[in-house]
T-cell receptor, first 114, second 115 residues
Framework: KAGVTQTPRYLIKTRGQQVTLSCSPISGHRSVSWYQQTPGQGLQFLFE???????NKGNFPGRFSGRQFSNSRSEMNVSTLELGDSALYLC?????????????FGEGSRLTVL | AQSVTQPDIHITVSEGASLELRCNYS??????LFWYVQSPGQGPQLLLKYFSGDTLVQGIKGFEAEFKRSQSSFNLRKPSVHWSDAAEYFC?????????????FGKGTKLSVIP
């Protein structure tokens, strides 16, 4: 069974640009969550999608957005990039059944903003 | 709101020695608790989880953790560390509710292993 796949793995952008990151969850998983990981703040929850609906959102500005498609694949977008957006962006999927269940993480997309 | 504290930023142990990584949480209800391990260039991998029942839970790679409600702790242990255990370890608390699900992570403990 293939794991969570994130693309691209690495990217470099400049301030003011926007970026779109993609996540393909494990087959059969309907919930996709996104986390930002930085050395200073650690892992922070961005948002969760289930059946194409955003179910929860963390404390991030509106520049951070996401969506989920009917095949459960998800994208997140960051507009007007700032230096502080440099981070590892992790996608995680789970089956979505009930409110428990293990989160399976991808290897992340490392974004560098210059 | 829930929070997780991992008091030790970096721990160094000798191979074969025992290990205990500390985790304290703050959550108003019965918590869902997790330990994840992350190696460089990889995403976090679940070591073990506690939802209810037996307070001593076994995980992969020989790890175990004990939930102590009175101390709001969920410490991770391993009786004999292997060099391959060197990684960063994260404790997390799950906050289900309103049909959604998110984890709050501690800042992590980096484990170094001396051969």
């Amino acid at each position: 069974k293939a794991g969570v796949t994130q693309t691209p793995r690495y990217l470099i952008k400049t301030r003011g640009q926007q970026v779109t990151l993609s996540c393909s969850p494990i087959s059969g998983h309907r919930s996709v969550s996104w986390y930002q990981q930085t050395p200073g703040q650690g892992l922070q929850f961005l948002f969760e999608y289930f059946s194409e609906t955003q179910r929860n959102k963390g404390n991030f500005p509106g520049r951070f957005s996401g969506r989920q498609f009917s095949n459960s694949r998800s994208e997140m977008n960051v507009s007007t990039l700032e230096l502080g957006d440099s981070a590892l962006y992790l996608c995680a999927s789970r089956t979505g059944q009930g409110s428990t269940g293990e989160l399976f993480f991808g290897e992340g997309s490392r974004l560098t903003v210059l | 709101a829930q929070s997780v504290t991992q008091p030790d930023i970096h721990i160094t142990v000798s191979e074969g020695a025992s290990l205990e990584l500390r985790c304290n949480y703050s959550y108003g209800a019965t918590p869902y608790l997790f330990w994840y391990v992350q190696s460089p260039g990889q995403g976090p991998q679940l070591l073990l989880k506690y939802f209810s029942g037996d307070t001593l839970v076994q995980g992969i790679k020989g790890f175990e953790a004990e939930f102590k409600r009175s101390q709001s702790s969920f410490n991770l242990r391993k009786p004999s560390v292997h060099w391959s255990d060197a990684a960063e370890y994260f404790c997390a608390v799950g906050a289900p509710g309103a049909g959604s699900y998110q984890l709050t992570f501690g800042k992590g403990t980096k484990l170094s292993v001396i051969p």
